[in-house]
C-alpha cells in the first residue's frame, strides 16, 4: 500500500491561487485513480477530482469545474491540484487518494491532508 503525502496548503485571498501536490511512496497501479477530497470544518469530506493514472482523464465535482486542474506526473508518482479563483467556500482540509475508483470511494490510501484557507 502506497503511502501518499500532500503538500502545498496555505492561506490566500478569495479570487487567489495555490497548487496542491500529493507525492506517492510508490509506483501508481496503472488501472488505479489518484484524486482529491476535501473536507470543511463540521462537513463530510466530498470528492473534488480524481485522474485515471495510465489515461489521464479527469473528472470534477460540479463544485470546482472550471477553476481547479488535476494533473499528474507518472515519472514523480505524484499528482496536483491547480485552484484558481478561490472562494471562502473553498476552505477546508485537503486530502489525496489512490484507488480503483476514488470518485466513487474506492479508495485504498489516503493522505493525512493539507489545509487550505481562503479569507474573504
Known amino acids: 500500500q502506497v503511502q501518499l503525502v500532500e503538500s502545498g496548503g496555505g492561506l490566500v485571498q478569495a479570487g487567489g491561487s495555490l497548487r496542491l501536490s500529493c507525492a506517492a511512496s510508490g509506483p501508481i497501479l496503472a488501472y488505479y485513480d489518484m484524486g482529491w477530497f476535501r473536507q470543511a470544518p463540521g462537513k463530510e469530506r466530498e470528492f473534488v477530482a480524481r485522474?485515471?493514472?495510465?489515461?489521464?482523464?479527469?473528472y470534477y465535482a460540479d463544485s470546482v469545474k472550471g477553476r481547479y486542474t488535476i494533473s499528474r506526473d507518472n515519472a514523480k508518482n505524484t499528482v496536483y491540484l491547480q485552484m484558481n479563483s478561490l472562494k471562502p467556500e473553498d476552505t477546508a482540509v485537503y486530502y489525496c487518494?489512490?484507488?480503483?475508483?476514488?470518485?466513487?470511494?474506492?479508495?485504498?490510501?489516503w493522505g493525512k491532508g493539507t489545509l487550505v484557507t481562503v479569507s474573504s
Open positions: 487518494a489512490t484507488g480503483r475508483s476514488v470518485s466513487t470511494l474506492r479508495v485504498d490510501s
Open positions: 485522474i485515471r493514472w495510465t489515461s489521464g482523464l479527469t
